[in-house]
């Protein structure tokens, strides 16, 4: 099935992928000349392959449960945000909060993420191949960070049980986030992200940071200085 | 929400495209901006000694005609009106302040949108579609150009609130953002002298870093001081007579996207504003980080 978005309109695509996939039988999808549209397939439920040829805008598969979305372009702010299940591949750069507040499923870029990807995400987990932006991972409550590349600052700020692993430089880490040992453990969970994500790197390259955990309860002695 | 539009040309030869190749980056950015649209575009300097003013009839109506007599006997034979629906190009070897006194003594309705060497400005309300039919902007040629399209979150829908704003000479400025402090740059302004139009957030960007530049600051050195200045969200993109630049706000909180080829750099909010030039698809792209000067200089 072909949608091409020079002739079709995005809610012409969104409204064949809200239908019953299922009786029709999972078709794969492929939609030409994006061009940088917003909301290109969001909201699909169902385990069909997607493959965008080109580049999208704001929110591109968000909300997406069992779908296997192939973006091959960059992608605009908000990509995959609230996934719940399935995968996202970005195969250029993401903009701003990729992956954000998403509970599951697996998003992985192949080049840069601007600033705060994976903020608040819930259990997602987030491959970037390159460098991530300031405010990466704020207030994550659950799920896998793994930077091939650099951070910026405040890195999982206020984190809650989410992980983060970094192969690069951490420009500066944020409220409550601490480098923690790796143990076999982590190394294991990495070589399978890293497997699936299709990087081909080590996991002992790549260091742990998780919450420290102080900021769980008030502490009235902090005198609001955190 | 507003969107930006910026493109500058390297090769000489597109240079009477201008206009026609930004046309769809205007368009493009509808969505973000559909209530009023405008740009600045840089040209060939005038003669030495000669400047370029850009005029506005809030009105709508003005003998263009005769106002370019009046301006003939009143500033030399050499001084020329170019008409253009409500907008007019007056070019003349006259200061500011003579033109100024001039329309306030006989053309109370006439304001002055930009002064230089090299810069236009056209900026109206309605849809970018319209204001770039009603002025002919597929027809523009020149250097570079730096467009906006509003949709106006702080202060009203008017002409005078359009973008780009402009400061002193050939310096023009758009905004997608909004800033938090804008009265207090205004107030520090008026303060040093500096007079302003508009109650809209965007003026006290343009003024303050105009000024900064009109005291000797190169672009870097504004906007440095800018960055400790100016609070809240922007992507400002900043035209001088041969440079066109883009600056993030520390968060990012505004998007852009640069496109760059041999042929010319290309800026826009998203990339839906660059989708339609040529040779995109094999263009650098990429996003400008926060906090960070870009500049392109025209060769």
Same mark, same amino acid.
């Given at each position: ?226 | 929400?507003? %969107?930006?539009? %910026?493109? &500058? ?103 002055? &949108?930009? !002064? ?12 970018? !579609? ?11 040629? %020149? ?18 609130? !359009?973008?780009?704003?402009?400061? %002193?000479?050939?310096?023009? &400025? ?126």
């Amino acid at each position: 099935m072909i949608f091409d978005l020079a002739r079709q309109s995005v809610r012409d695509l969104n409204g064949f992928l809200h239908g019953d996939l299922q009786a029709k039988g999972l078709p794969d999808v492929q939609v030409l000349s994006p061009n940088g549209a917003h909301s290109v397939a969001v909201g699909v439920n169902a385990p069909v392959k997607i493959a965008i040829e080109g580049h999208v805008g704001y929110y591109a598969a968000g909300m997406n449960q069992h779908a296997d979305i192939d973006i091959r372009g960059n992608a605009g702010p908000g990509v995959a945000e609230g996934m719940c299940s399935g995968s996202v591949h970005v195969r250029g750069f993401a903009s701003v909060a990729a992956g954000a507040a998403a509970h599951g499923g697996l998003l992985v870029i192949d080049q840069d993420a601007s600033l705060r990807c994976g903020i608040s995400m819930k259990g997602i987990d987030i491959v970037v191949g390159g460098d991530v932006g300031d405010y990466s991972a704020f207030m994550a409550q659950a799920g896998r960070l793994v930077v091939c590349g650099n951070a910026g600052d405040a890195l999982g700020d206020s984190l809650y049980e989410a992980v983060i692993y970094v192969r690069g430089a951490v420009a500066s880490l944020g409220a409550d986030a601490e480098e923690q040992p790796m143990t076999a453990q982590d190394h294991s969970v990495l070589r399978d992200l890293l497997g699936r994500a299709g990087f081909d790197y080590d996991p002992r390259e790549f260091r742990r940071i998780g919450s420290a955990r102080k900021l769980y309860h008030w502490n009235v002695d902090a005198n609001q200085e955190y | 929400m507003c %969107g930006i539009v %910026g493109l &500058l040309l390297k090769k000489p030869a597109l240079r009477p495209a201008l206009g026609e190749l930004m046309l769809p980056m205007l368009i493009g950015m509808t969505e973000r901006g559909p209530d009023s649209a405008g740009l600045a575009v840089y040209r060939e300097p005038v003669a030495e000694g000669r400047c370029k003013y850009s005029l506005y009839v809030s009105n709508g109506r003005a003998d263009w005609p005769a106002i370019g007599r009046e301006a003939g006997k009143r500033f030399g034979s050499d001084a020329t009106l170019d008409a253009n629906a409500n907008h007019a190009i007056l070019t003349a070897r006259a200061d500011r302040d003579a033109i100024a006194a001039w329309l306030a003594d006989a053309h109370r309705d006439i304001a002055v &949108l930009s !002064a230089g060497q090299a810069m236009d400005i056209y900026k109206d309300i309605g849809t970018p !579609a319209a204001i770039a039919e009603r002025y002919g902007f597929s027809r523009l040629s %020149g250097t570079h150009v730096v467009g906006h399209t509003r949709m106006a979150t702080e202060s009203a829908v008017t002409p005078a609130h !359009a973008h780009p704003f402009t400061f %002193g000479e050939d310096f023009c &400025l758009v905004h997608n953002g909004s800033l938090s402090n804008p009265n207090d740059v205004r107030r520090q302004l008026e303060h040093e002298g500096v007079r302003f139009v508009t109650d809209n957030d965007t003026e006290a960007a343009c003024r303050y870093i105009g000024k900064r530049l009109a005291e000797g600051d190169d672009l870097a050195a504004a906007m440095t001081k800018g960055f400790d200045v100016l609070d809240g969200f922007y992507t400002l993109l900043i035209g001088t007579r041969d440079t066109l630049a883009i600056v993030r706000d520390p968060f990012a909180c505004k998007p852009a996207i640069v496109a760059e080829t041999d042929d010319y750099v290309a800026i826009s909010s998203e990339y839906r504003g660059l989708a339609a030039l040529p040779g995109v698809a094999s263009a650098k792209l990429f996003e400008p980080r926060p906090r960070q000067l870009y500049r392109w200089q025209v060769q």
